[in-house]
């Protein structure tokens, strides 16, 4: 689902619950790629997100975790 704002609404199983996320295709495309470049699904990287961002919205966290693993690159 697209809404004006360009998010993107996936389903995920995380930690055996089914939630959404909302983010750009742009955090997806990023994401999606650096599981594959981890060798992981993408529902294990988003939860070892979700399992470290504290009191974090989970979408922001995933952005902030994907801004960082770009710039390290």
């Known amino acids: ?3 004006s704002s360009g998010l993107r609404k996936h389903s995920l199983t ?3 619950h089914r939630t959404s996320i909302s983010l750009e295709e742009a955090f997806w495309e990023a994401l999606r790629r650096i599981a594959a470049e981890q060798r992981r699904s993408l529902a294990g990287l988003v939860a070892e997100i979700d399992a470290a961002r504290g009191s974090a919205n989970l979408s922001s966290a995933i952005r902030l975790y994907v801004l960082a693993t770009e710039r390290r690159a």
């Open 14 to 16: 995380i930690a055996g």
């Open 1 to 3: 689902m697209t809404g």
